[in-house]
């Protein structure tokens, strides 16, 4: 063949596949969601209740929350005899906290049921003007069964309060229960990133951030068992070690997880008790 098509050839050969680099990378770019493996993405729904006067107190206090909407009305007393401790009472409505089983009275989660349907399980909203551990995502994580974390996110704080409520309480199926958070109206999306490692491991996952989503908050939790120690990092970030269960979210910053694409890591200690460790990644964005 002649060089100079040869030439040719060479330079529309690089073209194309420079072209090609710029669509995949154009269209990582333009991309609505966040990528993970082993995660799952919910999308929030914001309660039509809120266009009413009773959203007022929820709108103050809460943060994340899990709720339903029933068409039958609610006996507002037998809920009332449910809650560990009732906050405050009207003719249309009871909020108070939830406790069952073992749980610790940190992790006793809020409650809202109105005479019309509405029940509301959720964590108070974050003080950002002096963030604490208290309402951070990564609060609802429950890893008292670890054998049974899978995909749709059941093993969380907000979940067993609703069921506890409605299901067991009032006789209330919770199967189109949704997400919401009261912190951040514009939120859309929640994603629920999981890894372990088993003892002695470090096991990763990557996560793609697209630079067209705003990130409304960045949360974390982990947890190991007895006889050792777990370590979660980002890229070379440390955000969190120690034993036992942890979770924040401050330590998150936007630098160490900003658009791109991040390592997360998850690494148990060797115990000659054996050691797991488990981590789950939080975010809430739009």
């Given at each position: 063949m002649n060089t100079k098509w040869m030439k040719i050839g060479s330079i529309l050969v690089a073209l194309i596949l420079i072209g090609s680099a710029l669509y995949i990378y154009s269209s990582y770019n333009s991309k609505s969601s966040v990528y993970a493996e082993t995660s799952q993405e919910m999308s929030?729904?914001?309660?039509?209740?809120?266009?009413?006067?009773?959203?007022?107190?929820?709108?103050?206090?809460?943060?994340?929350?899990?709720y339903i909407n029933t068409?039958?009305?609610?006996?507002?007393?037998?809920?009332?005899?449910?809650?560990?401790?009732?906050?405050?009472?009207?003719?249309?409505?009871?909020i108070g906290s939830l406790k069952w089983g073992s749980i610790s009275s940190d992790d006793?989660?809020?409650?809202?049921?109105?005479?019309d349907g509405w029940i509301v399980v959720y964590y108070l909203?974050?003080?950002?003007?002096?963030?604490?551990?208290t309402g951070w995502l990564g609060k609802i994580i429950?890893?008292?069964?670890?054998?049974?974390i899978s995909f749709p996110i059941t093993n969380n704080l907000l979940y067993d309060g609703l069921y506890y409520i409605a299901t067991q309480t009032l006789g209330i199926s919770i199967t189109n229960a949704k997400y919401y958070h009261f912190q951040y109206p514009t939120a859309t999306k929640l994603l629920f990133a999981i890894k372990h490692a088993g003892n002695g491991q470090t096991a990763t996952f990557n996560i793609q951030l697209p630079d067209t989503l705003t990130m409304d908050e960045r949360s974390w939790s982990c947890y190991n068992g007895p006889g050792g120690t777990y370590?979660?990092?980002?890229?070379?970030?440390?955000?969190?070690?120690?034993?036992?269960?942890?979770?924040?979210?401050?330590?998150?910053?936007?630098?160490?997880?900003?658009?791109?694409?991040?390592?997360?890591?998850?690494?148990?200690?060797?115990s000659i008790y054996g050691n797991d460790a488990y981590v789950c990644l939080i975010l809430l964005y739009h």
């Open positions: 929030l729904t914001r309660p039509t209740f809120l266009a009413e006067a009773t959203a007022t107190y929820l709108g103050q206090e809460a943060g994340i929350a899990y068409t039958d009305p609610l006996n507002l007393n037998t809920a009332k005899n449910a809650m560990w401790n009732v906050e405050n009472i009207t003719s249309d409505y009871v006793y989660p809020h409650c809202f049921v109105h005479k909203k974050i003080n950002l003007a002096n963030p604490s551990t429950d890893w008292s069964d670890r054998s049974q370590t979660f990092k980002i890229d070379t970030n440390t955000i969190s070690s120690g034993s036992g269960r942890h979770y924040g979210g401050s330590e998150i910053t936007e630098v160490i997880l900003g658009p791109g694409t991040h390592t997360i890591s998850i690494s148990a200690s060797d």
